[in-house]
């Protein structure tokens, strides 16, 4: 197989991004467990690349990361709803219900939520300025450290 180096950092990238957003997943369910509000959060992501790849296992690599995040991103809204709808009913049915800790979590949450887009936003992918476009043969998988 042959690769330039602007497409292997690319593809590092889509790998590193692909992890981020699993760890993302994890955490933000996490941070959800005991949450009051009804409020539903989205999982942030870094934009996908634009440039023009040189290579064709790019696009595939793209297309991967793109169903990953779909997947992630529909996993995480279901337990968003479920958490608020269960909220929602659990504030129609008791009168004790803590309304203040609901308005606290909602405002932590939206902290949180604005944290990690600014921190996808962060995460997008630049092109290292001078990268060989040349097609060369693709080092042996192990061969160079992971730059994540």
Sequence with gaps: MRITSADLDELFWLHREMQIMSEDATRASIDNIGRLDTGVSLLPQAPMPTREPDTLGLLITRIELAATRTALQQAALKWEFQRSSGNTSL?????????????????????????????????????????????????PLGSIPYPG
């Design 91 to 139: 504030g129609l049915i008791d009168d004790s219900w803590d309304y203040d800790r609901a308005r606290r979590d909602a405002w932590d949450a939206d902290s949180l939520e604005s944290q990690r887009e600014q921190a996808a936003a962060a995460r997008a992918f630049v092109a290292r300025p001078g990268a060989d476009t040349r097609l060369i043969p693709c080092p």
